[in-house]
């Protein structure tokens, strides 16, 4: 196997430069033969070649799934040293309907009942979710039908957002006015807050949260409660974040139905 040097990701926004040499690429079939998603790159393997290479891929254009037995195909601009090769993705038509090809790193998750909230801001649980609206970095893994947390699989930024409403009434009937009400986004199992959302109600006891936070995921140690480290090791977790909420009514407040927590992916690290 030819071991090329680490090759930094294309970034789409960046300025047009001529191609190395000054030649037009050859675009070349191959296939993947497997996916290094933290520095965003393929080991891929061209028909007649003895050898397989290492090539980098746009995550946001292009982010590409193993197959079993053999991996999927995509088309290479080829030109000069392997170093200098780039994915340039799939054909249109094979995209059609598919889920793993061409599609940005976000997942969504959303609870469909309403759920009691006790006084008090001392040991909040995260809000068990309920269903998944999308997925597609498997990101997302539900236990009995439920999970509290969006696993963010690979290194670079993300935006994180979560929403949600009070009950006007407490479980007594009565319109409730007293108190704070907040919204919490966490790095899942811990008490680290990332960021907040806290108000009062108005005078009909409604009230509605919106958070949304930037956070970094990366491949060394966290300088930031927005950053986090992605660790290779198979037996440690990956990051995941999680949503929290409290109330100080003085009594048990519900959250309605619909709260929901997303994160997607919007691009490699700066």
């Avoid at 965003?40 to 590409?64: F, H």
């Avoid at 309907?97 to 909230?117: E, N, Q």
């Avoid at 699989?153 to 979560?162: M, S």
Wanted: net charge negative; aromatic share 6%.
């Amino acid at each position: 196997m030819s071991d090329h040097s680490h090759v930094a990701p294309h970034d789409a926004a960046s300025a047009v430069v001529p191609t190395p040499g000054g030649h037009t690429p050859q675009v070349v079939r191959a296939q993947i033969l497997a996916v290094e998603e933290t520095s965003y790159q393929v080991t891929v393997k061209i028909a007649g070649d003895p050898d397989t290479y290492i090539v980098s891929y746009n995550p946001l254009a292009y982010i590409p799934r193993m197959t079993k037995p053999t991996g999927p195909g995509v088309w290479l601009a080829v030109i000069g040293e392997p170093e200098s090769w780039w994915v340039l993705g799939e054909a249109s038509r094979d995209m059609h309907g598919t889920t793993d090809i061409g599609r940005a790193p976000s997942a969504c998750l959303r609870r469909d009942s309403k759920f009691k909230v006790e006084h008090g801001t001392q040991d909040i649980p995260p809000v068990m979710m309920t269903s998944a609206d999308w997925d597609t970095d498997n990101m997302i893994d539900f236990q009995h039908g439920q999970t509290t947390r969006i696993t963010l699989q690979r290194t670079g930024l993300y935006t994180i957002k979560a929403g949600g409403r009070w009950n006007p009434k407490n479980l007594a009937g009565e319109v409730c006015t007293w108190g704070r009400r907040g919204m919490d986004l966490r790095w899942a199992g811990t008490a680290i807050t990332i960021a907040r959302d806290e108000k009062s109600s108005n005078d009909e006891g409604e009230c509605a949260h919106s958070v949304s936070v930037d956070v970094m995921i990366t491949d060394i140690e966290p300088t930031s409660p927005r950053v986090r480290k992605l660790d290779r090791d198979a037996n440690v977790e990956k990051p995941a974040v999680a949503l929290a909420v409290y109330q100080t009514s003085g009594g048990d407040l519900e959250m309605l139905p619909g709260a929901f927590l997303q994160a997607t992916y919007q691009g490699p690290k700066p």
